[in-house]
């Protein structure tokens, strides 16, 4: 599931794709030519934010084959779904992102239906963030409540996690902060599954406002503690520094 400006508009501290994900993805395509399984999976650990997208590439490639013709040749739409599934296996079996080849077997399993629910799914998504960006949380909790009926069954956990920020993020501003609090934990259990490190990080900060909303100190410093270092990994020095002194805020009583 590619991300787009459209789906970042979801009230969250989402981080830019890395500036090497295309070198990423040239070196994946050399490897896998080259069934070099060492090599991919050294560089699925160099590069951890770029595998999903660089897999991701494989899997709507081969859809979008499918979509824009009947006539569409079967090898290539094979060929990309079995280096997509190469990759997936090769980063599951070397140690990171476990949910990936189940995302990626379930996504060349689809029959056409559940292609056009894929689809439903991430219009949804988007629909969602539209919503809140014009101010109608309810709007958008209920698009993003249908995205998540449509990606889960799927196994279309990347769609899944865009449904449950965008969930989290609705639910917020709505002021239901516990049914925002569980949302944004699974949200962020499935970014980080997945390697989305950006994803994870704004689901944290998510969590961070509904525990406290709720008077869950401790559990909100504890996602505090672990938001701190993804600031850190990702760049954002603004947050980090309001992420700072809130830790110190949380910090229990000496």
């Not at 459209?6 to 890395?18: C, F, I, K, M, Q």
């Not at 006539?71 to 060929?79: G, H, K, L, Q, Y």
């Not at 990936?100 to 998504?125: C, H, I, M, P, T």
């Amino acid at each position: 599931m590619l991300l787009t400006p459209l789906l970042l508009t979801l009230g969250s501290l989402v981080a830019p794709a890395p500036a090497d994900t295309r070198e990423v993805r040239k070196q994946f395509v050399e490897l896998a030519g080259k069934q070099d399984r060492a090599g991919v999976q050294a560089l699925w650990r160099a590069h951890p934010t770029a595998v999903l997208p660089a897999i991701d590439a494989d899997l709507e490639g081969s859809l979008r084959l499918r979509e824009k013709s009947a006539d569409a040749d079967p090898a290539a739409i094979t060929a990309l779904q079995q280096r997509a599934l190469w990759g997936a296996t090769a980063a599951v079996e070397g140690g990171t992102h476990p949910l990936l080849l189940d995302y990626a077997s379930a996504f060349v399993g689809w029959n056409e239906a559940e292609q056009k629910r894929f689809r439903e799914g991430q219009k949804l998504v988007g629909a969602s963030g539209e919503a809140l960006a014009k101010g109608d949380a309810q709007a958008a909790l209920e698009a993003a409540q249908q995205a998540l009926q449509r990606t889960g069954p799927l196994g279309d956990w990347w769609g899944s996690q865009m449904a449950c920020d965008a969930i989290a993020a609705a639910e917020a501003r709505l002021g239901h902060h516990e049914k925002a609090l569980e949302s944004a934990s699974f949200a962020r259990v499935l970014a980080r599954d997945l390697g989305l490190a950006g994803d994870e990080y704004g689901a944290l900060r998510k969590m961070v406002e509904s525990a406290r909303a709720l008077g869950r100190t401790q559990r909100a410093r504890a996602a505090c503690d672990a938001a701190l270092p993804l600031a850190r990994q990702l760049g954002d020095e603004a947050g980090l520094k309001e992420l700072e002194a809130l830790h110190a805020q949380l910090a229990p009583a000496k």
